[in-house]
């Protein structure tokens, strides 16, 4: 008998917790030799979330319904670390609430860990209904993470995978609280399989992202996988001091042709650009020291204020 955890992560989703939970009962109960469930992670809903998910819980003749349910609002990522480390099951598969990652493709991702894959993943081949403004900084933040990462993100690759156990386990394996799940389970290894999707517009509520709140987590994503913004910083101090250093050349030997004094001007536009460049350097070193900072705190990725799971 196969055994699958579905692990949904849950903020503000009241009106799709029966829809989900509904569409997952169809698509899962048709399939043979399974055993599945579902692990609500409640992200601190202020709505009425966790109600809608204890109903469930309650009364599930198709599957269990488990539950996890934080404190407070500690975000996505640390409500998948949570979903993953209550899992018990062979198969692990993370999934939106909002019916935007379509529950049918899951046969066809257990297939694909049955043909020996470790993973499958889920890739949107269209981002239609998506803002023009998020699907540009999408892209710019994998063109980004390409050069920066020392990762390969697959474009367009969601957090909707399945995963075996053995990746769950690596991917709990990895304590760090800034957590990037798609970078982590880049950087685990393993196998993937991608498979397509068209963009689905959610069914219910809204996007809990802001273009603020993603800009902070791409920079931390981009960040907790990378040193080569350091490099970069080196190579540009290096490349500055050689134009200082040419610079330099060219007023002595024009002073000394031409003789005058035009230096004045050329020292404040020196001064801007070196002081530019000392401020993005600290700005560098301060997101650096804002990661070492975070990881040294080292404060629990949640606190569980209550759960159906005895562990
Ligand atoms: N989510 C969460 N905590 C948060 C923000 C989002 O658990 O702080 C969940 C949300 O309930 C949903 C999933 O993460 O199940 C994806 O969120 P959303 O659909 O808002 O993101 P988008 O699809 O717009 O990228
Ligand atoms: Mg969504």
Known sequence: MRTLDVIIPCYNEEPCIDLIYQHLSETLNACDDLQWSVIFVDDGSSDHTLEKIKQLSGCTPDGPVRYVSFSRNFGKESAIYAGLSYSTAEYV?????????????????????????????????????????RSM????????????????????????????RPVVEA???????????????????????????????????????????????????????????????????GLIDLAALVAAVIFIVRIAVRGGVWGPSILIVLGLFFMGTVFILLGMLGEYMAQIYQEVQRRPVFIVKQTNISK
């Open 93 to 133: 598969v993370l999934m939106d609430a909002d019916l935007q990652h379509p529950p049918e493709l899951l046969p066809q991702m257990m297939e694909a860990l049955e043909e020996g894959y470790d993973c499958c993943g889920a890739k949107r081949v269209t981002r239609g209904g998506e803002p023009p403004v």
């Open 137 to 164: 900084l999408s892209k710019a933040f994998y063109r980004l993470t390409n050069i920066f990462m020392n990762v390969d993100l697959h474009n367009g690759g969601s957090d909707f995978q399945m995963m075996k």
């Open 171 to 237: 991917m709990l394996s990895m304590p760090e609280r800034g957590r990037f799940t798609k970078g982590i389970l880049s950087w685990v290894g393993f196998e993937t399989k991608w498979i397509e999707y068209e963009n689905v517009e959610r069914v219910a509520g809204t996007t809990k992202w802001s273009v603020r709140s993603l800009t902070r987590y791409a920079l931390s994503g981009i960040i907790s996988f990378s040193k080569a913004p350091f490099l970069w910083a080196v190579w540009l101090g």
